[in-house]
């Protein structure tokens, strides 16, 4: 393990906000697990966050009095079945390289989840989705340090409560399980059913009608280059509002008021482009005029602006449409 101590929060994540954290811990192996409780003691360290690329998190400008703890470990093991290939994946590596791995070997299940960045790791906290699949009908294990007992543990997808960007792990026990280790089961074959509205427009315009797997995630890469920062060299967060989820009885309500749904569900990058605020620039943020519902840092450096540009777009759209956002992203101490 490295332990490196006074480390700008900023330069870890993507949307490069962020002040200073007391202690940053690299986990490169898994003989390293059960000295983190004894270093985080011998430090007197009471609070630690675990991050991976810090796609989905950014900090306050007062940064973290604790341990950051970063998931290195990057080994990809497959064990080939009859009709599928089971995946044991360490949670440092990176999300897409083990898509890749997955249509290399012709397997369907995460094909439509090429492209995100981030952690296998942290793909399951907020059950990671794009284009009609979420990670959680993927997983079949998980493998964690349980900060609680210090215990190596394996939960089963079903014990983790999975849903629209949710599980236990960014809920009931957010902070409890550190996860080194997650096995998928893929079936080998094409993926079944309709596919995402925008994903079939791609295909059809391209005039590509095959479905094998490493075609469907070269296509979604390319619809999502097309209208989502790299935050390799653009500041971001993705997405950073979620979806509203509506009662049943209120969808006469959202059909009179003439709002867009797929069910249950409204797209809240509508909600923001409606409201007149696609392209606008909010303390240096800017909203996407690709992608309403991603905020772009394009030159701000404190947290303090972010809330303030945040505030006056969730002002803006509840004013309009009666909706209140809720923010994806985690914030770091919070
Ligand atoms: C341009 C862009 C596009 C995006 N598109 C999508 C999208 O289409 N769909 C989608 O769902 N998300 C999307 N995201 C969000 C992001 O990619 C995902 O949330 C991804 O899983 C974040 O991975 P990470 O390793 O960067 O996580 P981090 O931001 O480092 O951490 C995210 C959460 O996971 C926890 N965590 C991290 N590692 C561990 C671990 N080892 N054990 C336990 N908890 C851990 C953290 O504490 C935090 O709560 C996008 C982000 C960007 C910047």
Redesign the pocket.
Known sequence: MIIRENIKISEL??MRIGGVARYVFEIEDESDLPNILEELNARNVKEW?????????FATDSGFDGAIII?KMKGIKSEEKDDSVVFTVD?GVD?DDFVRETTLKNCTGVECLAG????V???P??N???YGQEVKNAISRIF?LDMESNETVELKADECDFSY?HSI??STS?GR????KVEFELRKGEIEGELYGSLQKYLDDNNITSREPNVLSDAVRAVRDSK????KYIA????FFKNVYVDESEIEKLDEMGIPHHGTKVNTGWLIENSGLKGKVFYGFKVSDKASL?LINESADSYEDLEKAVSEISKTVEEKFGFKLEQ???VIGK
């Open positions: 994540v993507t966050y675990f991050l991976g690329c810090g796609a989905n998190t998931n949670g999300w995100i960045p981030g952690t790791g942290a793909a906290v907020q990671i989705g794009a964690a960007r792990f960014n957010r399980y550190f996860i080194y989502l920062p790299d935050p971001s967060s993705g997405s991603v994806e992203p985690n």
